[in-house]
């Protein structure tokens, strides 16, 4: 397959071009700077907003996977929210003009899309699982901060451009991704083992609150199984069937590190952590108990559907890569 990934250099671009080129895909990958890739990856220069030359890399092309948007590890500043909403919100609406002028558009698009979008577990009252059909989306739950509203705000509007794109000649999926767990330095895995190693991985603010998450390795298979899949379309949950509660997820991290202690932290202890690594809370205190209800019924099967055998593979792979530097 001819696959475009507009934003493809980041933790889970990088995993995901490695396995298509892998497979013998031919891969193009849109970023603002130019950056050498793996051997196989050709790169073109987009800057996520309008239309340009690079809009000729999706005309002929087999499927486009949009990765492109601002991190979300970081402050939730208001300057931060708004780049968060307009970097996904404009990378959206210009793939989906520059799919609609293409004389021979992609047969699909796999946009990404986030887990986030459901509402908070535990201010529901029930902390029942959400999936694609029962699970609930976010909006004005109670005593849910503020800025925890407006990242649920981004989730939605981010897959209303997708959906509201003129694409009749596309079939258009939505990756709503759990955190995507990776041994590459730099990304959430690595920051959670991270604190694991240093003694610090034990429950915040109780640990009760669900960790919805899914192995990179299946992560990318997800994708290959949409691209290949003409009869699905809409939203899926990209995630693990088994989502764990915060404490349980560190103590298994720690063990898989040989670490036995693992200090709890208060709410305003989590706080304060959080200002200090200029990331959020909300990464660590919001109830994401999402399950891929849609995936097990097409017949997807996870080669990690656990957590405790996958934080023990995460972690073998990353003792290796920190021994090959």
């Known amino acids: 397959m001819k696959v475009v990934i507009p934003g493809g250099t980041g933790q889970v671009g990088g995993v995901l071009r490695r396995a298509l080129v892998e497979r013998g895909d031919e891969v193009t990958v849109l970023s603002r700077k130019p950056e050498q890739l793996e051997a196989g990856v050709r ?3 987009w800057d996520g907003r309008t239309l340009g030359a690079w809009a ?8 486009v996977v949009n990765l492109a948007g601002r991190t979300v590890s970081c402050r939730y500043t208001d300057t931060n929210l708004r780049q968060m909403m307009d970097s ?3 990378s959206t609406q210009v793939v989906g003009e520059a799919i609609a002028q293409a004389d021979r558009p992609p047969r699909v698009w796999l946009q990404m899309s986030t ?14 699982p959400h999936d694609e059909t029962n699970g609930i989306i976010g909006g004005e739950e109670p005593d849910v901060p503020l800025y925890w509203e407006y990242s649920v705000r981004i989730a939605r509007r ?7 794109a ?10 709503r991704a759990a955190m995507v767990m990776t041994p590459d330095r730099g990304g959430i895995f690595d ?3 991270g604190i694991a190693r240093l003694g610090l991985g034990g429950p915040v603010a109780g640990g009760r609150q669900y960790v919805s998450w899914v192995h990179g390795e299946d992560f990318v298979r997800a994708v290959e199984f949409l691209l290949e899949r003409d009869d699905l379309d809409g939203p899926f949950n990209i995630a693990a069937p088994d989502p764990v509660p915060q404490g349980e997820l560190m103590k298994s991290l720690r063990t898989a590190w040989g670490r036995r202690v693992g200090l709890p932290a208060t709410r305003l202890m989590a706080e304060v952590g959080a200002l200090a690594l200029r990331t959020d809370t909300e990464l660590l205190l919001k109830s994401r108990r999402v399950v891929p209800g849609r995936l097990l019924d097409a017949g997807f099967t996870f080669t990690h559907p656990a957590w405790d055998a996958a934080a ?14």
Do not use: C, F, K, N
């Open 312 to 325: 023990r593979d995460l972690v073998s792979q990353a003792r290796r890569l920190r021994r090959q530097g």
């Open 166 to 175: 003129d694409t009749p000649g596309t079939r258009r999926v939505a990756l």
């Open 56 to 63: 000729a890399e999706l005309d002929g092309a087999d499927a």
């Open 191 to 193: 920051y959670l083992s």
């Open 158 to 164: 981010w897959e209303e451009t997708q959906a509201q």
């Open 43 to 45: 790169h073109a220069v």
């Open 88 to 90: 996904r919100v404009d």
């Open 115 to 128: 887990a986030t979008i459901y509402a908070d577990s535990r201010s529901r009252g029930d902390d029942l």
